[in-house]
């Protein structure tokens, strides 16, 4: 079965640090992932999506940047956080046609 | 662009009440719909999708129906439970558009015993 696992579950940064944020899945080949950002009492926000190696499109300018450097794996990272980074990320997969997405449990950024 | 609107919360409920969360939207195309639930300090989790006018889709004694004269998706439950106190999201994916998902802003319901 399929299995996506995102860390670390929570972290704590200073302004102006860099982020990196893991997420691999397992199971399943060539799917298409995504980083979503939710923010205290707010809805999700798609932030990235990536149809392949390499491939990233980026749904809001910001800060952030993602990359896929293998299938599987998808990594959220920042060269400088800034204090409005603060949330909850959540990475995300799904096969082609049309299925459902399927979560990871989450990362909670704060950003001191 | 594609929105989802959602009843606004948060919504207490006693146990064994019914339930109705709202959930209306607006798309180009012929949406795929789905409820999302978050539990506490977790991340989602599908709950049911409808991917065609008049399915209906269910899970765990949750309903919603796909309407597309009202483009509307309203999830309900007869007999709510303290152990459904979550988040719950409506959310549309657009036929070709990358399986993005499109999500309301959450309804946080609570069930109070």
């Known amino acids: 079965s399929q299995t996506i696992h995102q860390w670390p579950a929570t972290l704590v940064q200073p302004v102006g640090s860099p982020l990196s944020l893991e997420c691999t899945v397992e199971?399943?080949?060539?799917?298409?992932l995504y980083w979503y950002r939710q923010a205290a009492g707010r809805g999700l926000q798609l932030l990235f999506y990536?149809?392949?190696?390499?491939?990233i499109s980026s749904e809001v300018p910001q800060n952030l940047s993602a990359s896929r450097p293998q299938d599987r794996q998808f990594i959220l990272s920042s060269k400088k956080l800034l204090l409005s980074d603060s949330g909850f990320y959540l990475c995300?997969?799904?096969?082609?046609?049309?299925?459902?997405?399927?979560f990871g449990d989450g990362t909670r950024l704060s950003i001191l | 662009g594609d929105s989802v609107t959602q009843m606004e919360g948060p919504v207490t409920l006693s146990e064994e009440a019914f339930l109705t969360i709202n959930c209306t939207y607006t798309?180009?195309?012929?949406?795929?719909l789905f409820w999302y639930v978050q539990y506490p300090g977790e991340g989602l989790q599908l709950l049911l999708k409808?991917?065609?006018?008049?399915d209906k889709g269910s899970n765990k004694g949750f309903e919603a129906t796909y309407r597309k004269e009202t483009t509307s998706f309203h999830l309900e439950k007869g007999s709510v439970q303290v152990s459904d106190s979550a988040v719950y999201f409506c959310a549309l994916s657009e036929v070709g558009g990358n399986e993005k998902l499109t999500f309301g802003t959450g309804t946080r319901l609570t069930i109070i015993p």
């Open positions: 798309a180009t195309g012929y949406p795929s």
């Open positions: 995300a997969w799904s096969v082609q046609n049309n299925q459902p997405q399927h």
């Open positions: 409808a991917t065609k006018a008049d």
């Open positions: 199971g399943t080949s060539n799917p298409n």
């Open positions: 990536s149809v392949g190696i390499g491939q």
